[in-house]
């Protein structure tokens, strides 16, 4: 068979699509069903009943105390940050490779993002640049597990304690992930979890934040419901807004929890086969996988290629390659550096407060964040990893064959610069 390039016309390693995502089944269509024979099809009175079932079901499940379901994995970090009391004239620390809304969300607040490298080997918040971003107005830090990995919450809660700061985990792509046992998110103050679509547990849309602390809770849930008190006792009033789910999606979730753990167990054995067969690659690692990481779970699995190995390719032109293969990739999130979804100048935050210096994304530089963005990052699809081994072996076989390919791909690669 020949051996040439999809993307040049010759045959796919792989014909057969993938499993698509989301799934759902009779369970999901009678839950749906439930809440729409119900007389509670929105949000308030907040916490609606399939709400409040799924956030007890989820913080459980992740080992945290109370659980707020809410409208995305966005709002939910600014709602942490407000529940928190953090908003003008304080400081977030993010990191540079993440999605657009991790620094949006302390825009929101009214907080200034500040930005700082990720580290070479895992892609997540590079501890030693956090601490010297540190200055008397720093008041929170937002880590991002972003793919498989998890950041170095040991190192990042030292931190924490020593200056006396918040953690908000951003677990939008973490649901199930362990960290020496313990569920992510409920290792800071706040988790922050997406039920976006294409999220590994989802409603199409939704976020939900976990806390151990109940006051936080509450006023978390005050925040999300236009300022109501709710705290019968105290009647506490906070500055809110309705940010609530309404009852059709917490319904979906209720029934989507009940198939997560066979999901993320199959993708789990899928990705360490994977991480076994990759040996058979030069020039392609998946992030390290800290020891420290007790359960695998993942919402795309990232591998990081070295150009040098593919006729000096670049992973644009590898992922639009590995598609032609049938292999679904993407090239994941652009450096905050170079972010064209992240325009902060939008924002009146820097005319507000004097920010403009610090909201110029042009001085950003982020050395780590950039390479990995422009040059190295692949985001494989999960479905890869819902196929059996043999979709992991059309992957393996996908990158081998562009590798083969390799003058081809320097082709490619050049025409596109
Ligand atoms: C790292 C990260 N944080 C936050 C979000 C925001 O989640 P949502 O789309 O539910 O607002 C996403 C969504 O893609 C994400 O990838």
Redesign the pocket.
């Known amino acids: 068979m020949s051996d040439t390039l999809a993307i040049l016309g010759g045959p796919p390693v792989r014909n057969q699509a993938y499993p698509q995502w989301p799934v759902c089944d009779h369970e999901d269509e009678a839950q749906v069903l439930a809440a729409l024979r119900s007389d509670q099809w929105g949000g308030y009175p907040e916490p609606g009943p399939f709400n409040h079932q799924f956030c007890q079901e989820f913080a459980a499940f992740q080992g945290a105390k109370h659980g707020i379901l809410m409208a995305?994995?966005?709002i939910t970090m600014e709602v942490a940050l407000k529940a928190l009391d953090i908003g003008w004239g304080d400081e977030v620390i993010v990191p540079a490779l993440?999605?657009a809304?991790?620094a949006y969300a302390p825009m929101a607040a009214g907080a200034l993002p500040v930005v700082v490298d990720i580290e070479p080997r895992s892609w997540g918040i590079d501890a030693e640049a956090v601490e010297a971003a540190i200055t008397p107005r720093t008041r929170a830090i937002i880590p991002?597990h972003?793919g498989q990995i998890v950041c170095d919450m040991d190192a990042l809660t030292a931190i924490a304690q020593k200056y006396n700061l918040h953690i908000i985990e951003?677990c939008?792509?973490s649901h199930g992930k362990r960290w020496r046992d313990q569920g992510v998110g409920c290792i800071g103050t706040f988790g922050s979890f997406?039920h976006?679509n294409s999220k590994i547990l989802t409603a199409g849309e939704g976020?939900t934040l976990l806390t151990d602390d109940e006051r936080l809770a509450r006023r978390a849930h005050s925040i999300i419901d236009c300022g109501r008190p709710k705290d019968a006792a105290q009647q506490e009033y906070t500055f809110g807004c309705n940010y609530r789910l309404g009852e059709l999606h917490a319904a979906l979730l209720t029934s989507q929890m009940k198939k997560f753990t066979r999901q993320m167990d199959e993708r789990a054995a899928n990705a360490y086969y994977f991480m076994e067969c990759l040996a058979q690659v030069p020039g392609v690692r998946a992030l390290h996988l800290d020891s420290r990481i007790t359960r695998l779970s993942f919402y795309r699995f990232i591998i990081a290629i070295d150009p040098e190995a593919f006729g000096g390719a670049t992973n644009q032109t590898i992922c639009d390659a590995l598609d032609a293969e049938g292999i679904g990739c993407w090239v994941g999130y652009e450096a905050m550096s170079n972010y064209t979804l992240f325009q902060p100048h939008l924002s009146r935050l820097p005319v507000a407060v004097h920010y403009a210096e610090q909201l110029d994304t042009r001085k950003w530089s982020f050395p780590n964040a950039e390479r990995a963005a422009f040059t190295e990052q692949i985001y494989l699809d999960e479905g890869i990893f819902r196929a059996g081994k043999a979709g992991v072996d059309d992957c393996i076989e996908a990158l081998l064959k562009l590798q083969r390919n390799c003058d081809s791909l320097r082709t490619l690669h050049q025409k596109s610069a």
């Open positions: 995305n994995g966005t993440t999605f809304a991790t991002v972003t951003d939008a792509h997406s976006q976020g």
